[in-house]
C-alpha cells in the first residue's frame, strides 16, 4: 500500500510507542508485508526465524522486537514488543475500513455503457469501466478497480480479506487477522462466473489480467497475479501470492498452493495439486503435478504391477 505522502520514522516511532535505531532521518512511503515490500516500505517481523529475511528486504523500516540484531546500512529498525500490533495500527491508520450505507457508494465511478443489475453492492472507492456487464447479486467491494467490457456473474464477491493470520501459540488467540490494505484489479475483457470469490491483496494488489475467462465457484487468493488470456475453469482454487503466466489453462478442481509461479501457456489438468513453481508449455497432471506425459506412463506400470507379481511369483 502507497502512502499518500511520505511519513517520517520519526513521527512512525511515537505513534507506535517505538525506539528509533538506526537513520532516524528517513521517512516512508508506504506499508507492506515481506512478500510484498519494496524499497521505502515500512513492514514487520515477530519471529527469529524470519529476522534475517525482513532485514535484507528491501524495506526501508522495519518493525521488530529484537533490538539486538545488527542494522543493515541505510535502514532504520523501530524496535517495540509486539511489531504486529504497530504493523495493524499504521494499516488502520492510513486505511481505515469504508463503512457504506448504501447499494452504490456515492464515489463509485461507473463507466459509460455499464449495465448494473439490481441487489449488486458497490463499496467506496470503486471503478467500474465502459461496457461492463454485472449480475444480480454481485458484491464489488471498496477500492477494486474494474476496467471495459467486463462480464461478472451473478453471487460473485470481489474484494474480500485476504485468508492472512499473524499466529502465534503463546497468547491466548493464536491467529490474528492481519488488516487488508490491498486491491483488486480486473483488466479489460475479463469474465468472471457465478459464486466466485477473488480476496483483495495483504497489501498490495490482486490482480486479473486482460482477457482472462473464469468460471462458477472459482477462488482466487489474496495477491495472486494473473496474466492476459488465463482460462480456469469451475471449482479452481488458487492460494495467495500465486504468479500465472499469460495463456495458463487449468481445468475443474485443481489446487494451485501459495506463493509460486505457473509458466506461459501451461495446462493443469482436472483434479491436479500444484505444490511448486511450474514450468511453461506442458501439461500437467496428478498430485503432486507433474508432467502429464510422464505421469500417464506411471500409471500403465501401476496397473501392470498385479500381472508381473503373478509372473514372479509363478516362476519362483
Request: with cysteine.
Amino acid at each position: 500500500m502507497k502512502l499518500l505522502a511520505p511519513i517520517s520514522v520519526k513521527w512512525l516511532s511515537t505513534f507506535t510507542a517505538s525506539e528509533i535505531i538506526g537513520n532516524n532521518e528517513l521517512e516512508i512511503t508506504g506499508v507492506n508485508e515481506i512478500h510484498q515490500v519494496e524499497m521505502g516500505d515500512i513492514v514487520f517481523v515477530d519471529h527469529p526465524k524470519y529476522y534475517e529475511t525482513c532485514l535484507n528486504s528491501a524495506a526501508t523500516c522495519i518493525l521488530i522486537n529484537n533490538k539486538d540484531v545488527a542494522v543493515p546500512k541505510g535502514k532504520t529498525l523501530l524496535y517495540c514488543a509486539d511489531p504486529f500490533e504497530a504493523y495493524s495500527k499504521i494499516v488502520n491508520h492510513f486505511k481505515p475500513l469504508k463503512l457504506s450505507d448504501k447499494a452504490i457508494a456515492e464515489d463509485a465511478l461507473i463507466g459509460e455503457g455499464a449495465v448494473i443489475m439490481p441487489q449488486v453492492f458497490i463499496g467506496a472507492n470503486v471503478q467500474i469501466g465502459k461496457n461492463c456487464l454485472i449480475h444480480p447479486n454481485v458484491t464489488i467491494l471498496a477500492d477494486t478497480i474494474i476496467g471495459d467490457d467486463v462480464i461478472i456473474q451473478a453471487g460473485t464477491v470481489i474484494g474480500s480479506d485476504a485468508f492472512y493470520y499473524n499466529s502465534k501459540k503463546t497468547r491466548a488467540a493464536w491467529y490474528k487477522k492481519m488488516p487488508s490494505c490491498g486491491r483488486v484489479i480486473i483488466e479489460d475483457k475479463v469474465e468472471i462466473g457465478a459464486c466466485c470469490t477473488v480476496d483483495r491483496g495483504v497489501s498490495g494488489d490482486t490482480i486479473i489480467g486482460k482477457g482472462t475467462k473464469i468460471d462458477n465457484m472459482v477462488h482466487i487468493g489474496h495477491d495472486t497475479q494473473i496474466e492476459e488470456n488465463c482460462l480456469f475453469a469451475a471449482q479452481v482454487g488458487i492460494a495467495g501470492g500465486v504468479k500465472i503466466k499469460s495463456g495458463v489453462t487449468i481445468w475443474g478442481q485443481a489446487g494451485v498452493n501459495k506463493t509460486l509461479t505457473i509458466g506461459e501457456n501451461a495446462v493443469v489438468l482436472s483434479q491436479a495439486a500444484v505444490l511448486s513453481s511450474i514450468e511453461g508449455n506442458k501439461v500437467y497432471m496428478g498430485f503432486p503435478a507433474e508432467d502429464a506425459s510422464i505421469k500417464r506412463r506411471e500409471l500403465v506400470w501401476i496397473r501392470r504391477i498385479p500381472a508381473l507379481w503373478k509372473k514372479i511369483m509363478e516362476q519362483g
